[in-house]
């Protein structure tokens, strides 16, 4: 079975600066998907942003970046220019690669972010 | 587009008494759709998968007769918490994936429900 290992159950940030959020993940097969998902106060889920298992090269959106490290089965994520909106749970998560049928997501246990002033 | 929706929102019920929860795509076809329930500063904890017209798969420890499933159309799915106690009071959440094969392996969530039995 795959796990998802978050190990940061806090972090806090100085608006404008930089934080990384660290996930480890546990797995046989070759190809997957890996995300980051933020849950705000309102608890609504958004996804941040994907990686598939195949890319080497690491996905981007605006500000948010991850360094995928297949081998080490790392999968960080970097917030630049942090802002207060930005303070929320979030999660990684990772689903296995489907030929068909959606497949579930495991979620890492969360990391808090703070983003001070 | 993608946007799913859960009614109600917020729910206080008798201990007892069943509770209906649905969950819907608005703007999409979801073949598939899942079932979360989170507790407070924890993670979501998967309850079970549902396609359109066939029975859901559940996770192991999920009382099946206690949280019934059905998705019946691909559209809509619901979640029924059967004979409700203090402990099935928590935060659920839906998610679907889309029937279009460019995004299937998208999944949409739903603004969660949350359910507290008195």
């Known amino acids: 079975a795959q796990t998802v290992t978050q190990s940061q159950p806090e972090m806090s940030v100085q608006e404008a600066e930089t934080v990384t959020l660290s996930c480890t993940y546990d797995t046989s097969e070759s190809d997957y998907y890996l995300f980051w998902y933020k849950q705000p106060p309102s608890r609504q889920m958004i996804l941040v942003i994907r990686?598939?298992?195949?890319?080497?090269q690491n996905a981007t959106e605006n500000r948010f970046s991850v360094n995928f490290q297949k081998a080490a089965k790392s999968f960080s994520l970097k917030i630049s220019d942090s802002q207060l909106g930005d303070a929320a749970m979030y999660f990684c998560a990772y689903r296995r690669w489907d030929t068909g049928t959606a497949s579930k997501l495991t979620f890492g246990t969360g990391t808090r972010l703070q983003v001070t002033l | 587009g993608a946007v799913v929706s859960q009614h109600p929102s917020r729910v206080i019920c008798k201990s007892g008494t069943s509770v209906k929860i649905e969950c819907r795509s608005l703007d999409f076809q979801a073949t598939t759709m899942f079932w979360y329930r989170q507790f407070p500063k924890k993670s979501l904890m998967l309850m079970a998968t549902?396609?359109?017209?066939?029975?859901?798969?559940?996770e192991q420890g999920v009382e099946k007769d206690k949280f019934l499933i059905n998705h019946a159309s691909l559209t809509l799915s619901t979640l029924t918490v059967t004979s409700a106690h203090p402990e099935d009071s928590s935060f659920y959440i839906c998610s679907a994936s889309p029937k279009l094969a460019e995004i299937y392996n998208e999944q949409f969530f739903g603004p969660g429900t949350r359910l507290t039995v008195l």
């Open positions: 990686q598939e298992a195949y890319k080497q």
């Open positions: 549902s396609n359109e017209g066939s029975k859901a798969t559940y």
